[in-house]
């Protein structure tokens, strides 16, 4: 079974064990709350996919925390990264 | 497992028994060089700033370099400037010998240029080697042991794995009366709400928030975009978006215990516990500024596998990639890839990497200190004239 970790309740990106093709089903979470989510697209060991569709503008949660912002509409299943996601911090455009 | 460690005359403790020369300033490469060539066991510190620097950064430089020849894994110290530079290598000889270790400095303009000056480095150089020969280990506990941390070629593994385990380890050296230092400003960027929390007093608090907001005015006043620069090429590679989820990862190697204060780049702690040093994530800086800090031993927690040594703190190297703990284990000290795996806690890792530790530190070689790997490279903070 293929496997990823998410590291808090409050998140929606899952991060892989292993490497995932299309249409893999990884299961996720330990203990008690255990989900599995289809896999959209191939994706690498170490990277995230979404856990729950996420909209353009929402706030990406890995750790319980803001890691950054959604710059499209991501679908559950999808490979979360820098292709459509941005970071809030450090922006020479921002105030 | 019992620790031991040389004594040095100021009561502290060093975990290797190096003897060491001291560039004062980067045209003095040349004759430390030279002399380093007729002794290879010496380590050679030469680097490339000491002159031509203004205000804060030539203080910052001077009090790192001081660092280095402070530090208590260097026995004696040989410290070699021209006669013409800003930082002189009477000043650091002078700052040196306040740990009352061996130190001499040699002055190739005034000593008559550099075949003159050879011999005399020659003579003091044999007289420390004839003299560390005889030094003998004693049994000592962690209090004298400041450990720096670093992570360096951050994956998501860094945050899951390596990361909390070190961070486990740093808890028992606190918890046994020793001090932890762990840096790199630009990787609390996202996280500094929750490392804040643990700040002893509120001006610890502000002073974490004061570096941490320097070095954002620092990115945004050059009209730069953090992003590309941090997280880097191997960082997102490696799966990391974005430097909110970096650091969330990051902190996690400093453990859990109150932070005590917020070090400048390379300045040495004055008291014990837990420490935040102000510096860049670049591997040699952040590596030299802690070697200064007064660090005798680092962990250095990787997802892709840095091969980066030291030539004064030996290296422990710790990874959670099972990927990179297979292809790069000459490079790696720590498998803690279990964790990602399944087969092992977090708290056992962690234990682990204690135990490496205190073996380490009492004499046991790590990969990058066999392969010889490290370099001296200051954060520069200003301009140069």
Not at chain 2, 8 to 24: E, K
Not at chain 2, 87 to 104: F, G, P, Q
Not at chain 2, 136 to 152: A, D, N, S, Y
Request: with cysteine; glycine share 14%.
């Amino acid at each position: 079974m293929k496997k990823a970790i998410v590291m808090d309740a409050k998140d929606n990106v899952a991060t892989l064990l292993t490497d995932v093709d299309k249409d893999d089903v990884v299961q996720v979470g330990t203990g008690e709350k255990v989900t599995e989510i289809r896999i959209q697209e191939k994706i690498q060991f170490g990277h995230k996919f979404a856990m729950k569709r996420i909209d353009k503008g929402e706030n990406v949660m890995k750790y319980g925390e803001v890691i950054g912002q959604a710059t499209q509409d991501i679908s559950e299943g999808k490979h979360v990264h820098v292709h459509n996601v941005e970071s809030l911090r450090g922006r020479g455009d921002l105030p | 497992m019992e620790l031991s460690g040389y004594l040095r005359p100021d009561g502290s403790i060093g975990f290797r028994n190096y003897v060491a020369i001291l560039s004062s300033v980067g045209c003095a490469n040349d004759v430390a060089l030279r002399l380093g060539r007729m002794y290879p066991d010496v380590v050679l510190l030469t680097h490339r700033q000491g002159c031509g620097q203004l205000g804060s950064d030539k203080d910052q430089t001077a009090r790192t370099l001081a660092g280095l020849g402070k530090n208590p894994n260097i026995a004696g110290v040989l410290v070699v400037g021209m006669g013409c530079e800003s930082i002189t290598a009477e000043y650091l000889a002078d700052e040196i010998s306040k740990t009352k270790k061996m130190v001499e400095s040699l002055i190739v303009l005034d000593d008559g240029g550099l075949m003159a000056a050879l011999p005399k480095g020659v003579r003091f150089l044999d007289s420390m080697l004839h003299e560390t020969s005889q030094m003998k280990r004693v049994p000592c506990g962690l209090e004298q042991l400041i450990l720096g941390i670093k992570c360096g070629l951050t994956d998501t593994t860094s945050g899951i794995a390596s990361n909390p385990a070190t961070g486990i380890a740093a808890d028992r050296v606190v918890e046994s009366g020793g001090t932890v230092i762990f840096g790199e400003t630009p990787e609390i960027i996202g996280a500094e709400h929750i490392l804040v929390k643990r700040a002893a007093t509120q001006e610890v608090e502000e002073r974490l928030y004061s570096v941490m907001n320097e070095c954002e005015e620092r990115v945004k006043a050059s009209g730069m975009d953090i992003r590309g620069a941090n997280p880097a090429p191997g960082n997102i590679a490696g799966g990391i978006t974005t430097i909110e989820e970096k650091s969330l990862g990051a902190i996690k190697k400093g453990g859990g215990k109150t932070l005590q204060g917020v070090l400048g780049y390379g300045e040495i702690p004055k008291a014990k516990g837990l420490f935040f040093m102000d510096g860049p994530g670049r591997t040699p800086e952040a590596l030299t500024g802690l070697s200064g800090a007064g660090a005798q031993v680092i962990i250095f927690s990787t997802g892709g596998g840095s091969p980066a040594g030291s030539l004064i703190s030996p290296i422990i190297k710790v990874t959670g990639n099972p990927n990179t703990a297979q292809s790069l284990k000459d490079h790696i000290d720590v498998d803690v890839s279990s964790i990602i795996k399944g087969e092992e806690t977090l708290e056992k890792a962690g234990q682990g990497i204690f135990q490496e530790l205190l073996e380490v530190a009492s004499g046991k070689a790590t990969k990058s200190e066999i392969l010889g790997y490290g370099m001296i490279s200051i954060w520069n903070i200003g301009p140069h004239m």
